[in-house]
């Protein structure tokens, strides 16, 4: 044990005076970060401009159509009409506000103010962005209040039904006889308004647009109800609350990965540089050695995952399972050690180690979604990035910061993450020793 | 204990591919003696260490260090320091954490290893630049740290593979005192260099080695008395020298060739007044290396 500490403390004093190496492992994950981190701030904070919904028309009625447009000319808010999964899909990878049904039947009674049991509008939010969701309840308000006012404009249709009102209201026997009246009052001026109003927009109305300066802003009303936006609400509920939550797995991963291909060069370092020839006549086996590397890289390793924590943390980041994270970071660690021994085995030159670690880093991170999110990657990518333990990696972490994962359901990425590493090492202590001789 | 060879190798062969590098090489050391290996670049010396120490594992031939096969276990290899041929140190660390760390994987802990650390910096005369970094060091001091590294263990054997190289005669001198403490101590060194004068005047024994095999060992003197040919007495005169005299005079250089140079002077009562100048060139480790390979050490 104390040739293994030996070796790793050395490693760590000589990564500590290697400027660039060090730049690479704590800086430059550090800028990933917060450069993603500000680029996803979206996803958490209210953005007044442009407010993503998608609008689903199960009515396809001619008041359903008005509702719409009202929506789109709404420059807040940018509407998408899109089927119920596709909306789902959307709002769970945060690209959404909200999900507005108009559901069958809504054109009968929309904008129908007094009407007895109105269709209401079905509504589902992002629970993570509060705000923006009151502001498109707001919206919505609106849109229905402009409903109103078309529909006092299509005086034949309310006349209708203000003589369907009256209709009802002399049949009805549980009504107090006072209140009747009034009603039935009520009803006949509204003829005479209807009447007054035919003649005021004969009169102004000549450009043919719709739109009462009287009555457009005095009634805002609809009836919302709300559903629950995610298919999945219990286990994997996500809980994405800060973009930092999203961009700091990432950055995470690329200290780990320059941790991982730091040592990887230091191995081979060792062999062009000469030091290996003194390690390897001293009593100190091999084993020793490459336990002692990987060790010095575990420590990095976990260092850069602790500073990246503790600036994510700083800046807004909340786990929901900081036990479960601490978990994440051992395994993922684990893993990039074990995949530095391998990488180290690929060459025998500095250059040719440094070079292809990084190549491999790359793609590992570009499919693993270490370049942009998991969330916003094409499909075809997606089914890739399962051979990426980067993409393990980051599942691990995200799974511990905010898709709230259990231990159990976290199994299954650790697994994968300590065979990769596990075969990682053995190939790196197999090729390390049969370059001996 | 003392009759058993130091470092024992039977036959020992090695190739690179198709590259012979050590051919059939059969050598003892005594404990105690300074070997030197002797030949021109890629005669198989680094290799012929490197296999010694168990770096290299040869591709036939039995190798025994201190009486044990087992050349690379943990015991043998706590009794051998080697100062390798290519730098073998940490360039961003200083004098002293290199030595640290190096006596570390030896086992050196503590107070002992904080004395051993200044014992190889006084060795290598670094006291004053024990905390800069190596980096910042002449080639030579280089060398220097890098053979003070072999020795913080205190081994028995010390291998070093040109030790030299690339050092001014300062430092050189620096190292031949150190060699010449470690032979009082009674170490036994194998000593590789195609520097013929370094062999002569540091080893007790010489194996000359070409193309990786053995070409002859011996002392100095047994190598010169068996290969190194006659010595020369050339001397410049105008005058013809006496009819006595042997060798035989040009008009203008006188020369013979004898094995006893000072014996034949003595002998036929040569008078030195009659040169303007007279030179006896005797046989070294150079003419030995060209009678035994036909070529020039320094070619
Ligand atoms: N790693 C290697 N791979 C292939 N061939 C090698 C290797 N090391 C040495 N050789 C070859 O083995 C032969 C002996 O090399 P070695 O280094 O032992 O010579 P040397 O006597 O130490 O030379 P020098 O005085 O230049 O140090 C050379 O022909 C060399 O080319
Ligand atoms: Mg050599």
Redesign the pocket.
């Known amino acids: 044990m104390g040739n293994i500490l030996t070796i790793a403390w050395k490693d760590l004093i000589l990564l500590s005076r290697d400027r660039m190496a060090m730049f690479f492992l704590l800086a430059f994950p550090v800028l990933m970060g917060v450069l993603f981190g500000l680029m996803y701030q979206n996803t958490g904070q209210p953005n007044p401009r442009g407010l993503a919904v998608a609008v689903i028309d199960e009515d396809q009625s001619q008041m359903s159509e008005a509702f719409l447009k009202h929506l789109v000319a709404n420059e807040s808010l940018k509407v998408e009409r899109l089927e119920l999964a596709a909306a789902q899909e959307k709002i769970r990878r945060g690209q959404i506000v909200g999900i507005v049904v108009i559901p069958k039947g809504f054109g009968a009674t929309a904008g129908v103010f007094w009407a007895n049991d109105p269709v209401p509008l079905r509504v589902g939010r992002d629970p993570s962005r509060a705000a923006e969701a009151a502001m498109l309840d707001g919206f919505l308000m609106e849109a229905s209040g402009k409903l109103i006012a078309d529909r006092l404009q299509d005086t034949a249709f309310t006349r209708g039904l203000v003589d369907e009102q009256k209709l009802a209201l002399q049949q009805d026997q549980t009504m107090n006889p006072v209140n009747k009246l009034l009603v039935g009052q009520l009803l006949s001026s509204l003829d005479g308004l209807f009447e007054n109003l035919d003649q005021v927009s004969k009169l102004e109305n000549t450009d043919g647009t719709s739109g009462n300066p009287v009555l457009n802003d005095g009634f805002q009303f609809a009836k919302i109800e709300s559903f629950d936006a995610f298919q999945k609400p219990t286990s994997t509920e996500l809980k994405i609350r800060s973009g930092w939550d999203i961009s700091f797995p990432q950055s995470i991963l690329w200290g780990v990965m320059a941790s991982a291909a730091g040592f990887a060069i230091s191995l081979v370092r060792e062999r062009s540089r000469g030091t290996l020839l003194r390690l390897q006549t001293s009593p100190v086996r091999p084993w020793q050695v490459i336990l002692g590397k990987g060790l010095g890289c575990f420590i990095a390793t976990m260092l850069v995952l602790v500073v990246m924590v503790c600036l994510g943390l700083a800046l807004g980041m909340r786990p929901q399972s900081p036990l479960l994270l601490a978990g994440s970071a051992v395994v993922v660690a684990l893993c990039f050690v074990g995949i530095m021994m391998a990488m180290s085995a690929v060459g025998t030159t500095e250059e040719g180690v440094g070079g292809a670690g990084w190549a491999i880093n790359m793609v590992m991170a570009m499919f693993g979604g270490a370049m942009m999110p998991l969330a916003f990657m094409p499909s075809f990518m997606k089914s890739a990035s399962d051979f990426s333990p980067v993409k393990w990696a980051i599942v691990s972490l995200e799974a511990a910061i905010w898709r709230n994962y259990t231990f159990t359901e976290l199994l299954l990425p650790w697994t994968i993450l300590l065979t990769i590493g596990a075969t990682g090492f053995a190939v790196g202590l197999y090729f390390f020793q049969r370059n001996l001789r | 204990m003392n009759n058993q060879p130091m470092v024992r190798a039977i036959d020992v062969r090695?190739s690179?591919?198709d590259?012979?590098?050590?051919d059939g090489l059969t050598l003892n050391v005594p404990t105690g003696k300074t070997l030197g290996?002797l030949?021109?670049?890629?005669?198989?010396?680094?290799?012929?260490?490197?296999l010694l120490i168990g770096l290299l594992r040869p591709d036939a031939g039995q190798i025994s260090i201190s009486g044990s096969s087992h050349v690379d276990s943990a015991e043998v290899r706590s009794l051998v320091g080697i100062a390798p041929?290519s730098l073998s140190l940490y360039d961003e660390l200083t004098a002293e954490e290199n030595l640290t760390f190096f006596g570390r994987l030896y086992g050196l802990r503590g107070p002992r290893l904080a004395e051993r650390v200044d014992w190889a910096l006084d060795f290598s005369n670094l006291q004053d630049r024990r905390r800069h970094r190596v980096q910042t060091y002449s080639g030579g001091m280089k060398r220097r740290l890098n053979f003070a590294c072999a020795l913080l263990h205190e081994p028995k054997l010390v291998l070093l593979?040109?030790p030299t190289v690339g050092v001014d005669p300062q430092s050189r001198n620096h190292i031949f005192e150190g060699i010449r403490r470690l032979q009082e101590a009674g170490l036994t060194i194998i000593y590789?260099t195609?520097y013929m004068e370094e062999a002569q005047r540091l080893c007790d024994m010489v194996a000359i080695?070409d193309?990786?095999r053995l070409l002859e060992l011996g002392t100095v003197p047994e190598l010169i008395q068996r290969h190194g040919g006659v010595s020369v007495i050339t001397g410049d005169c105008s005058a013809p020298p006496p009819d006595s005299w042997p060798g035989h005079w040009d008009g203008q250089v006188w020369r013979v060739e004898t094995d006893k140079p000072l014996e034949t002077l003595h002998q036929f009562s040569i008078q030195t007044s009659h040169f303007t100048r007279l030179q006896i060139e005797q046989p070294d480790l150079e003419s030995v290396f060209l009678r035994l390979t036909g070529r020039s050490l320094r070619d």
């Open positions: 090695k690179y591919g590259q012979v590098a050590v290996l030949g021109p670049n890629g005669a198989g010396k680094t290799t012929t260490l490197h041929q593979d040109e590789t195609h080695i193309h990786g």
